[in-house]
């Protein structure tokens, strides 16, 4: 296939000449149905397309679709995120975009595992509850909103992986930066109302979830993900199935009509999609609670280690952790006055106090900071900084919970890249 672009390769011949670009790569296959014509594409087409060689092609899944390629409409309704893959979807949203004290819709984060259902109409969806029930239940959404109380809580969910591309060695997986975490607005009722009216019987350990995504290998028995959470965790106060996110209908890549929202935990133990929560008497062993997934060494490792499979266990509270989301890296500031602020989190813990540094560490100064809007959600925080003279500047966050834990400066690794709560810091140019 020539290339019509002079040489400038696929971006700068669509930007240049849509119009052409359009007929000459997809000729008459309309927008809806060029996913599957890439899917099926050869190596030489692909090729063609970037205008380059794909020298690892031999490592590419079977139907993969490069980056280059994913179509915008996984990302319609969301403004700014970076897309980091979309087979399956998983997007972060850049610091400096959450910055206000609750995550728009707009703004929050995509984490797939699977592949998102087609058939998300709100008016047939059903949940069933069952399991280790006295009265197994399958409920609407209208049954869900007339037969327990609705609330509306902010919460947090941050994916376990969230930093995973600052370790070194590498680990492997979604390289999540800083921001795969969100603070919303949820709508729905408490877990926990529904799980008493369904009558939990003696002997009940876990949660199992279940939601309507399907397997990223179409294979119908497979599951893209099931996890769950420990009893007790799950007749708390603050875990929703909620069926709107800040006043509106669900995002459809934030799960559309129905999912949990368990704050403080991994964001996986949110299930999208939902369809189906049980009760078990053994730890749930479902897709992705078995084996490393989201799980990390009973004990630090050195960077690099190898640990053997039985020595992994499963991840319950997140760890405490802060984000600067003003000013942005990079911004050239003037010397007074300037403020700094963020967010800060820790698990199922409150924040005690937030530190912040312009001297790499040698002294910190006490921001101002928030109680939490209720149980579940992060904590605003904010400090106003003069620079002693111009030059650059590194703005150092550290947050410390309720049980007296800070923020470490360094990784603590581990081979599966969960967890990873450093400082985070800005660079700021000062006039």
């Known amino acids: 296939m020539p290339d019509q672009s002079g040489n400038k390769g696929l971006f700068a011949y669509f930007e240049n000449d849509p119009d052409n670009a359009d007929r000459h790569f997809f000729g ?12 099926g594409a050869g190596l030489t087409t692909m090729g063609a397309m970037l205008g380059m060689a794909i020298p690892y092609h031999r490592n590419m899944p079977s139907g993969f679709i490069p980056v280059a390629f994913a179509d915008e409409d996984v990302l319609t309704g969301k403004d700014g995120l970076t897309l980091l893959n979309d087979r399956p979807v998983n997007a972060e949203t850049p610091p400096q975009l959450l910055d206000d004290p609750i995550t728009p819709t707009n703004r929050h984060f995509i984490r797939n595992n699977g592949l998102p259902p087609e058939d998300v109409d709100a008016a047939s969806w059903k949940l069933t509850v069952d399991g280790m029930v006295d009265n197994p239940m399958e409920m609407s959404i209208d049954d869900l909103r007339s037969n327990f109380e609705v609330v509306t809580m902010a919460l947090t969910v941050e994916c376990g992986g969230n930093g995973r591309a600052f370790f070194d060695p590498p680990a492997s997986g979604n390289q999540w930066t800083l921001g795969a975490v969100a603070c919303s607005e949820w709508t729905g009722v408490r877990l926990k109302d529904v799980l008493a009216k369904a009558g939990v019987k003696d002997g009940v350990v876990y949660t199992a979830h279940e939601g309507a995504d ?55 133990c949110s299930q999208k999609w ?41 991840i319950e509270r997140m760890p405490v952790k802060s984000l600067i989301t003003h000013p942005e890296t990079g911004t050239e500031t003037g010397r007074d006055g300037v403020e700094v602020r963020g967010h800060a989190w820790s698990g199922d813990r409150t924040i005690e106090r937030v530190d912040i540094s312009i001297d790499f560490g040698a002294t910190w100064m006490q921001a101002e900071l928030d109680a939490p809007v209720n149980d579940g959600a992060w904590q605003n925080w904010r400090a106003t900084v003069n620079f002693p003279q111009a030059g650059y500047y590194e703005v150092w966050a550290r947050a410390t919970d309720d049980a007296g834990v800070s923020q470490p400066f360094a990784i603590a690794w581990n081979p599966k890249g969960y967890l990873n709560n450093s400082m985070h810091r800005i660079g700021l140019r000062v006039a």
């Open 274 to 314: 939902l369809k189906r929560v049980w009760l078990r008497d053994v730890v749930h062993d479902g897709a992705k609670m078995t084996g490393t997934s989201y799980r990390v060494p009973n004990r630090p490792v050195s960077p690099g280690e190898d640990v053997a499979e039985e020595d992994f266990v499963i």
């Open 214 to 268: 399907t397997h990223l290998s179409g294979d119908p028995d497979k599951l893209p993900i099931s996890r769950g959470v420990p009893i007790e965790k799950a007749m708390t106060d603050n875990i929703l199935i909620a069926f709107a996110m800040n006043g509106a209908e669900l995002h459809p890549m934030n799960g559309a009509p129905l999912r949990l929202v368990v704050p403080g935990w991994p964001g996986s």
């Open 28 to 39: 008459r296959i309309p927008h809806s149905d060029r996913r599957g014509f890439l899917r």
